[in-house]
């Protein structure tokens, strides 16, 4: 399973006639929330410098509100698995990511192992947000190049790192092989 920690904030952002139940409960203060950080409707695509910003703003004053609510949103997504799970979890900020970890270990549901994994990228784009600066702000238990500049097509670049994806979890999470540090 591929699921990101962002997620949840970009439901928000949507209109609210396509928030899902698992929002429905804190309506009020999510809706506070986003008004907090925009007065528009994302349209669910767009990923320029402005959402990207107003995802992460809203990101943080979610987490600052209840810190556990996309944590748990993640880890349901994970028990939705069947055993053994794998499952890659986009964090972008360092406390965000410890935090993680910890509330997973501490559902002592069959989680093993909660590891960090940095994907370095040879096409770097600049920060603008508070998600986007933290992320080398740690130490990773794994890094992965992910480069893209040999590829022509965004979307050959993807379908190469999911391949590359796929035969890490087969071969060094699932036989348990030892797991390389730089991959």
Partial sequence: MHASSVDPVKDIL????????????????????????????????????????????????????NPMLIHG??????????????AFVDIREPINIKAFQEHAIETKQDIQQVETIFLVSDRSTHANNFSDMSVQNMKYDIVIENLRNPFYRDSDALWFLKARAKAFVEQEILEGRSKERIY
């Fill in 14 to 65: 949507k209109p609210f006639s396509t928030w899902g139940d698992e929002f429905r409960n804190n309506i009020g203060t999510l809706t506070l929330l986003k008004k907090e950080v925009t007065s528009d409707d994302w349209d669910g695509v767009t990923k320029n410098d402005y959402w990207r910003g107003i995802m992460s703003d809203l990101k943080t004053k979610m987490t600052e509100w």
């Fill in 73 to 86: 949103l993640m880890l349901n997504k994970i028990y939705q698995l069947s055993v053994p799970r794998v």
